[in-house]
């Protein structure tokens, strides 16, 4: 694991409501609290794993106050510790405590620097240092021996305190004029508090590599391929870890095989390799074009003279008519198909090696069995287990190469505590008496609708709401309530409101609040974990998921009795997890937008965005708001950062709503929280709202 260290000073010494939140790039953020203290100010500890290499973090308040309003990033560490110290109100990130916040300074009559320098072209004549202290004249220095590890500067400073910095830039030239090229255009600044007790700063650098290393394992000096996706039928985009040699053959020493049926390789005829943008002499990412196109059922690997060998994975091909051609399912039997007799279960995981259905007894805990699952068409994997299932849980176990991964299924209908396992029912068992009766209200014109906003736990969680159910489905409906002071609340409350509607903020699975203790978080639900299912905090049962879709029914049915319709808040242009969602583990970068270097496009502002031009999100989407309007009966549905959305996307929701009952309102917000790789003249923004018919924005 590795350990975060986060100092923080205050000059008004006010840190009660001021906590870290933190989250490795690409995951969910978590809350870390201050909870030790130094000279400098308060300190905040964690841990995350190894494999995260940026960690961002806002410092702020528990009503999310920023200190900074920036997203900022730990990125060095030395060994597995990656410490920074921070001052309020200052965007910087400071690598040792500022000077004039230390309370203590060490003074060494010789400091001795010993500088580290490796070039992975082995070319180092003509390479020196320029040194400079603060304000002081900077002195060149030449490199004068080497270890195994490359060449190696020395000096001495004589009296220096750890208080100050050393600034230096590595550059290339010769007597005449030492400045005709530099190694990294910026200049960087080694801190003298780097040094040990003993008056020695001991630094290792690499050609190319911004960074200042404090151990010789942190630097990475072997070559290696990053990232091999397949981008078209027949292009292949390759990324490399230090630059590939012009020196190689017309191919750049790059090779394309494939498996055949027996295991065997086979090479597979290359047109031309080429760099993909002017790089100088340093190309680390190159273009492979093929004779033919590929077959997107087989496995492909780029292997390469110097930087060894890597799987092809699926990149921009994902977006491709080819791959809608060969994988959409326009089924709409995903997920589980029940009955007395068999269950049925089918996900779409086209890019996946092994899929299994793991069966538990229980919601949490034991141990499952796994039942594998058989390929069909379009990426389709299924599997039937005999007898009466109801009430168990279910995940998928799916295995990509070397990685497997267990998700809970993107259609499930039911889960378990904190929606870890999806669950088996017999939805025809929640439905409460008088069901099959609730009819849609009608609304002659959607301007006629008078909508009332609510968060399902906010409406009657105070002591004083004279409410049994406090915070949950049953006590938004519950009748005869009053305050202690005869306010009447409630039911009741809704009544006299006078209103057609009432718009309850997200009842999907939500991932924040701990089902099993509630009372413990608090969220609006604007963080989506599993959409075809309701949020458990506000179930009286969180173990049973059968309970909280009873509940969300009675609700609803005891709101059409009032005369009262419902508008469901939907969250489909972002999910709560990123690369640890279940839609990224089971099919990897097809549900989400990606800059072409794998990040992930983040127009919500909340870490990423669901890539809905695709077909397959886009079939998804559609068929949980339809499912939504089915089986709960849903009058409207209120989409959040609309502007994320494709405008076909939308389009098709208001065609399929149609179907079910043209008068279900659908309304969202026109806007994005941020920059989006989805082009601005398709997304549903406000702008483009004459393009939806029977959809407004706001």
Not at 681 to 688: D, G, L, M, Q, Y
Request: hydrophobic content about 35%; charged content about 30%.
């Amino acid at each position: 694991m590795r350990k975060i260290i986060i100092h923080y000073h205050r000059d008004d010494k006010v840190y009660d409501s001021w906590g870290v939140w933190l989250w490795p790039q690409g995951h969910a953020g978590r809350w870390i609290s201050f909870t030790e203290e130094d000279s400098f100010g308060k300190v905040a500890i964690c841990e995350v794993a190894l494999e995260h290499e940026q960690i961002g973090f806002v410092i702020r308040g528990k009503a999310w106050e920023k200190d900074v309003d920036l997203d900022r990033y730990i990125n060095n560490f030395i060994g597995d510790v990656g410490e920074i110290w921070l001052v309020a109100g200052d965007p910087q990130i400071y690598l040792a405590p500022p000077t004039n916040l230390r309370d203590d300074l060490r003074v060494f009559e010789e400091l001795d620097l010993i500088v580290h320098y490796y070039r992975y072209d082995d070319d180092y004549e003509g390479w020196d240092l320029w040194l400079w202290q603060g304000d002081k004249e900077g002195i060149p220095l030449k490199f004068s021996d080497e270890d195994g590890y490359g060449k190696i500067a020395r000096t001495t400073f004589s009296q220096i305190t750890d208080g100050g910095e050393l600034g230096f830039i590595i550059r290339w030239g010769n007597e005449e004029d030492p400045w005709q090229r530099k190694d990294f255009s910026r200049e960087r600044f080694v801190p003298f508090y780097r040094s040990d007790d003993k008056g020695k700063l001991e630094i290792w650098l690499m050609q190319d590599d911004p960074k200042i290393y404090y151990k010789e394992s942190d630097v990475k000096t072997e070559p290696y391929l990053e990232q091999v996706l397949l981008d078209d039928l027949d292009s292949i985009r390759v990324y490399t870890y230090l630059p590939v040699s012009a020196d190689l053959d017309e191919y750049w020493g790059f090779t394309l095989k494939k498996k055949n049926e027996k295991g065997a390789d086979l090479t597979i005829a290359l047109k031309e390799v080429r760099y993909c943008c002017p790089q100088g002499w340093n190309p680390r990412c190159f273009l492979l074009k093929t004779e033919e196109p590929v077959d997107l059922a087989a496995d492909y690997y780029v292997e390469h003279e110097t930087h060894g060998s890597s799987k092809v994975q699926f990149g921009q091909i994902f977006s491709s008519e080819p791959f809608r051609e060969k994988f959409h399912y326009a089924g709409l039997d995903l997920g589980f198909s029940y009955d007395l007799s068999k269950t049925v279960f089918k996900v779409w995981a086209p890019t996946a090696d092994i899929v299994n259905v793991t069966i538990y007894s229980q919601d949490e805990g034991g141990k499952g069995k796994n039942h594998p699952m058989i390929l069909g068409e379009k990426g389709v994997w299924a599997c039937t287990l005999e007898g009466n299932l109801e009430g168990l849980f279910y995940n998928y176990t799916v295995t990509h190469g070397n990685k497997t991964y267990e998700v809970v299924d993107p259609y499930a209908r039911s889960a378990g505590v904190n929606g870890e396992r999806g669950q088996i029912v017999d939805l025809k068992k929640t439905n409460p008496r008088g069901w099959k009766d609730l009819k849609w209200l009608k609304l002659r014109n959607p301007v006629d609708a008078v909508i009332y906003e609510v968060h399902v736990r906010d409406f009657s969680s105070s002591s004083s709401s004279g409410v049994e159910a406090r915070g949950k489905y049953l006590g938004l409906i519950e009748e005869g309530t009053k305050t202690q002071d005869g306010v009447v609340t409630g039911l009741d409350h809704l009544k006299d409101l006078g209103i057609t509607h009432v718009h309850l903020l997200p009842v999907f699975d939500f991932a924040t609040v701990d089902e099993k203790d509630p009372d413990s978080g608090y969220n609006w639900g604007y963080d989506p974990l599993n959409y075809n299912l309701p949020e458990g905090s506000y179930a009286s049962d969180p173990h049973d998921g059968r309970v909280r879709i009873k509940e969300l029914k009675k609700l609803i049915l005891a709101l059409n009795k009032a005369n009262i319709g419902v508008i469901m808040d939907v969250v489909y242009n972002h999910t709560f997890h990123s690369i640890a969602s279940n839609l990224n583990k089971l099919v990897p970068g097809y549900y989400y937008r990606l800059h072409h270097d794998g990040v992930f496009s983040n127009g919500s502002g909340c870490g990423n965005e669901l890539a809905d031009e695709r077909s397959m999100v886009r079939k998804f989407i559609v068929d949980s708001v339809t499912y939504w309007a089915k089986e709960y009966k849903i009058s409207g549905f209120r989409f959040d950062l609309m502007g994320l959305h494709h405008l076909e996307t939308m389009q098709a929701i208001r065609q399929a709503l149609d179907k079910i009952n043209p008068e279900i309102m659908i309304y969202g917000e026109g806007w994005t929280a941020g920059s989006s790789t989805l082009s601005e003249e398709v997304r549903a923004v406000k702008e483009n709202t004459s393009k939806l018919r029977g959809i407004a924005s706001f």
